[in-house]
């Protein structure tokens, strides 16, 4: 039988006053897991997102150049943002371009320096006039730009010719 039961007036034993504690010592790590949890749910979350805007700002971008690329007859590539800002306005995912010019240029890097008879040749893995700022997710943006470099052949170019073209420059790095 119990001690409180048998002798209700006697001190509770070591034994009795351990449950209490563990139950708090429990209780404070339940709740320290599912708080540890919504941390880094929440930053997940977080980081997705931002990965997402970086990603379509940089189809925005994509599309921008290739159309400035056109609009020089395929014999220039854009000189600045500000070439990029006279292009006429549209609208990609929740960017308003130029109102957003400023976000996007926040969100995507772009080489104006780049020469583009060397752009034209490159291959999606070896391209990098165009990239997303880093972040700690990030979701490829290979195909947009394959879409980019496809779009910036001079169109009298074949694509024969511009493989062709690309293996000699490999070759001769």
């Known amino acids: 039988m119990s001690d409180l039961v048998a002798n209700p007036g006697a001190p509770p034993t070591k034994r009795r006053l351990i449950w209490p504690w563990f139950a708090i010592v429990a209780l404070v790590l339940l709740i320290g897991g599912v708080a540890w949890f919504a941390v880094c749910f929440r930053r997940a979350v977080h980081d997705m997102l931002a990965a997402e ?14 159309e400035s690329v056109e609009r020089s007859g395929f014999r220039s590539w854009p000189a600045g943002w500000e070439e990029l ?8 995912s929740h960017f308003s371009w130029p109102r957003d010019s400023r976000e996007v240029q926040q969100l995507v890097t772009v080489d ?33 730009v394959s879409g980019l470099l496809k779009r910036i052949v001079a169109p009298e170019e074949s694509a024969d010719e511009r493989r062709r073209r690309a293996r000699d420059l490999r070759g001769t790095r």
Do not use: K, N
């Open 53 to 66: 805007d970086r990603l379509q700002a940089m189809i925005l971008v994509c599309d921008l150049v290739g």
């Open 85 to 92: 800002e006279r292009l006429p306005p549209r609208e990609w």
């Open 112 to 144: 104006f320096d780049a020469d583009l008879a060397t752009v034209r040749h490159q291959t999606e893995s070896e391209f990098t006039a165009i990239r997303p700022i880093a972040g700690r997710a990030q979701f490829p943006s290979g195909a947009y």
